[in-house]
């Protein structure tokens, strides 16, 4: 290895594996594109390492960038991280990066944050939408909105409620099918889920052996999704009960045979406590979810 390889050139390489060509990278990093070109030669140069060949589909990044790619990545998070505390300091103003479940941060976060905006103008609220855990560790996200408990000591977490779902209909679709009385009744409904295994199906299979993916007429791995078509009629699905409750139009279907409890967070790292900025979010976020478990 060379000198040591600067920001912008690992920039350009992360852009490059992101879009597959030299050309895709500039236009997404705002680079012409011989400049990007010169900085993936720079960085192959300083680390003694090739990192693309070319085929015809494009650049294929070889095993070095592979392996090279987690490390690039955090770098990016700590760049994206020290641009959002650099612009707060001492006053509720810059970037919040906040992460959610696909439900979560749709239906349920934005309102909260309509508010903490209106209350804080010079806030921006990055809204990251994604039923992996971020890390915060290494600042992929501000804060984070959990469904499980977080285990790191470097974590400030506060449990805001339990969030129950359960098995829930369209009013119109049990007009025309009927209403189940008994789990083994659903074997003669459509049955909204998802189109792979998950921990959410293992758990529930627990309590309800036959809810699992060969039973779903309907398969999709968005839980945003599974919400559209229960609202949509097509069957029956699960939702979380606190959500239905805002859709009169959806009913609870076998809730004594089918509830799932899910403990909920919000975390952020520990270093963030004094940032206003974070904190403000931190708290508008965990006062408008209790209210919204109620």
Known sequence: MTDDPSWELYRSYLGVLREGSLSGAARSLGLAQPTVGRHIEALETSLGLALFTRSPSGLLPTPAALELKPHAEAMGHAAAALLRAAGSQGEVKGSVRVSASEVIGAEVLPPIVARLRAAHPGLQVELVLTNRVEDLLRREADIAVRMTR??????????????????????????????????????????????????????ASKTAPGWRRQAFSLRTDSDLAQLALIRAGAGIGVCQVALARSHRDLVRVLADDFAYRMDTWVTMHEDLRHSPRCKAAFDALAQGLQQHIG
């Open 150 to 203: 977080p285990r790191q000591d470097a974590l400030l977490a506060r449990h805001v409620g339990v969030i129950e779902v359960g098995l829930h209909a369209h009013r119109r679709y049990l007009r025309e099918r009927g209403t189940p009385r008994a789990f083994a009744d659903l074997a003669h409904h459509a049955l909204i889920g998802f189109d792979e295994e998950t921990p959410f199906i293992r758990a």
